[in-house]
């Protein structure tokens, strides 16, 4: 029986991608030997900073 985890998760969001994108996935699995799951959700932060800041200087703009 696998461990106890303090916030399990329990969502599984799956996508197709092509082989070059596999590969360049691969690619930065190996050099920062993390998972594609750790990839990924630092990968949706990124994009989640990166949206709230485009909003907020369009606020500022407007």
Not at 14 to 22: F, H, K, L, T
Not at 29 to 41: E, G, Q
Not at 47 to 55: D, G, P, T
């Amino acid at each position: 029986m696998g461990r106890m985890r303090e916030n399990p998760r329990y969502n599984v969001i799956s996508m197709r991608i092509s082989d070059e994108e596999r590969e360049h996935l691969e690619h930065l699995m190996s050099k920062t030997k993390k998972s594609v799951s750790d990839i990924m959700r630092e990968a949706m932060e990124y994009f989640s900073a990166k949206y709230e800041l485009q909003a907020n200087l369009k606020r500022k703009v407007a």
